[in-house]
T-cell receptor, first 115, second 115 residues
């Protein structure tokens, strides 16, 4: 079974530039999550999708971050414009269901450096 | 408020030693889930265990064991006869109804197993 795929693995941009990350979850997983992991910290949930609908985006900085999952499969996360404090690893995860009972499977992450 | 504390930032042990990673959590809910995840240098978080608040039985899986004590709000993780491949960052996490099922991660403990 293929795992969660993410691209790119690394990205370096200057502040005020835009960047987009892509995630393809495990086939059949209805729930998709985007997390931000700042160096030395645990992951923090940015947004959760159930199929193509948003379940939770309370911690997403909506003035600069956006995410979509148009067909209920793969997803993109965009930052526009980027700030220095956005430097982090962005992790995508998926699970069969939205209930916390279901374990989440994580992708390898995209390491973003904003200079 | 929900909170997960992992007081040990970094631990180093010599191969074959036993090591315990501490986790203390805070929640007002009586129903909650606790998790442990492993993050090797490759970056992907790997699910290790999920425990619900009604099940205080300790669990053993190979060299891994978990000690859940509601009285002290702790969910500690022990690796017996550690191996170099155990070197990783380990995260304890909590999910409860107050957090609307979001998984709240602790700051992580970086374990280095020295050959």
């Amino acid at each position: 079974e293929a795992g969660v795929a993410q691209s790119p693995r690394y990205k370096i941009i200057e502040k005020r530039q835009s960047v987009a990350f892509w995630c393809n979850p495990i086939s059949g997983h209805a729930t998709l999550y985007w997390y931000q992991q700042i160096l030395g910290q645990g992951p923090k949930l940015l947004i959760q999708f159930q199929n193509n609908g948003v379940v939770d985006d309370s911690q997403l900085p909506k003035d600069r971050f956006s995410a979509e999952r148009l067909k209920g499969v793969d997803s993109t996360l965009k930052i526009q414009p980027a700030k220095l404090e956005d430097s982090a690893v962005y992790l995508c995860a998926s699970s069969l269901g939205a209930d916390r009972y279901y374990e989440q499977y994580f992708g390898p992450g995209t390491r973003l450096t904003v200079t | 408020a929900q909170k997960v504390t992992q007081a040990q930032t970094e631990i180093s042990v010599v191969e074959k030693e036993d090591v315990t990673l501490d986790c203390v959590y805070e929640t007002r809910d009586t129903t909650y889930y606790l998790f442990w995840y492993k993050q090797p240098p490759s970056g992907e978080l790997v699910f290790l265990i999920r425990r619900n608040s009604f099940d205080e039985q300790n669990e053993i899986s190979g060299r891994y064991s978990w000690n859940f004590q509601k009285s002290t709000s702790s969910f500690n993780f022990t690796i017996t006869a550690s191996q170099v491949v155990d070197s990783a960052v380990y995260f304890c996490a909590l999910s409860d109804r107050t957090s609307y099922d979001k998984v709240i991660f602790g700051p992580g403990t970086s374990l280095s197993v020295i050959p």
